[in-house]
């Protein structure tokens, strides 16, 4: 296998092991996150041994990629900018907004459109409405280094 073809192969088992859990972990099911989020009224907080255990695997991960290196890339791709910015919490305000509206993040929701169901679909087409609203946005925006 040459490595241009081995690295989007890994990215493709990486990402059918990634939906798989998020479908066997019930994180793609809207009610199960709503009422994990619903920490006031009837809270269901099983989605924490979820996250836990996410949290563990990427952990040991990043110990071992960051101490080894990648297999597929010279160096690890890991962000540069580090800080936190107005455009960094307005766009947390609106991912969590639209997560406890609808049930869904990103990841969850790309599982869902599997699933035969029409609001998986309908929230994956608003968010890449939304994100090339945000695009275009930004792209009218003066940042502060061109202003």
Known sequence: MTRNFAAPLSGLVAGII???????????N?????????VLGNWDPSLLFTMG????????????????????????????KTDIDRQLLAGAAVFGIGWGLAGYCPGPA???????????????AAMLVGSQVERLWLRRTPTPETS
């Open 18 to 28: 990634f939906g798989a859990g998020l479908g066997i972990s019930e994180m793609a």
């Open 30 to 38: 809207p009610e199960k996150v709503l009422a994990f989020l619903d």
């Open 53 to 80: 255990g996410a949290v563990g695997v990427t952990f040991l991960g990043y110990r071992l990629v960051l101490h080894r290196g990648p297999v597929f890339e010279q160096q690890p791709h890991l962000p540069t």
């Open 110 to 124: 790309v599982t869902g459109l599997g699933s035969g169901v029409l609001e998986p679909v309908l929230f994956v």
